[in-house]
């Protein structure tokens, strides 16, 4: 199962750079859970839930950007969960300024779907989060 959970973690990537909301949506369970609170740049509001939720979410946080790409890297299978490295690009849609971010997430999933991802600042979070510690 884990390499399954890595293939629709990273097909979950391949839709959102797509725009292809049906299909991102598909791969998330009715429930699902994004948790921000280890994600330091984010500090209102950090936990959304539903698909309703997450929506409202990619919202927020695409308001600001005229251009946004997020590539995700070096993925890690851990039982039911995986840790994946996430490169974000965007322009500024007032300002024009270019900016790259790089943080980590813990996806969890049950019977092929998404149920939580939780963002973190750095891979040794995001690892130790699952029981690797670095």
């Given at each position: 199962?884990?390499?399954?959970?890595?293939?629709?973690?990273?097909?979950?990537?391949?839709?959102?750079?797509?725009?292809?909301?049906?299909?991102?949506?598909?791969?998330?369970?009715?429930?699902?859970?994004?948790?921000?609170?280890?994600?330091?740049?984010?500090?209102?509001?950090?936990?959304?839930?539903?698909?309703?939720?997450?929506?409202?979410?990619?919202?927020?946080?695409?308001?600001?950007?005229?251009?946004?790409?997020?590539?995700?890297?070096?993925?890690?299978?851990?039982?039911?969960?995986?840790?994946?490295?996430?490169?974000?690009?965007?322009?500024?849609?007032?300002?024009?300024?270019v900016i790259e971010r790089v943080h980590d997430q813990v996806w969890t999933l049950r019977d092929g779907l998404v149920v939580r991802v939780q963002l973190q600042d750095n891979r040794a979070?995001?690892?130790?989060?699952?029981?690797?510690?670095?």
């Open positions: 199962m884990s390499r399954e959970n890595v293939e629709i973690v990273m097909s979950v990537f391949r839709a959102f750079q797509e725009r292809d909301e049906e299909k991102l949506f598909a791969h998330y369970a009715p429930d699902i859970e994004w948790d921000l609170r280890g994600y330091s740049i984010w500090p209102d509001r950090p936990l959304f839930k539903g698909h309703d939720g997450i929506r409202q979410f990619f919202r927020m946080w695409l308001e600001d950007f005229s251009a946004y790409e997020t590539e995700a890297l070096d993925p890690i299978a851990v039982g039911d969960r995986v840790v994946v490295t996430v490169v974000d690009r965007a322009q500024g849609k007032r300002s024009g300024a979070e995001a690892l130790k989060l699952v029981g690797l510690e670095q």
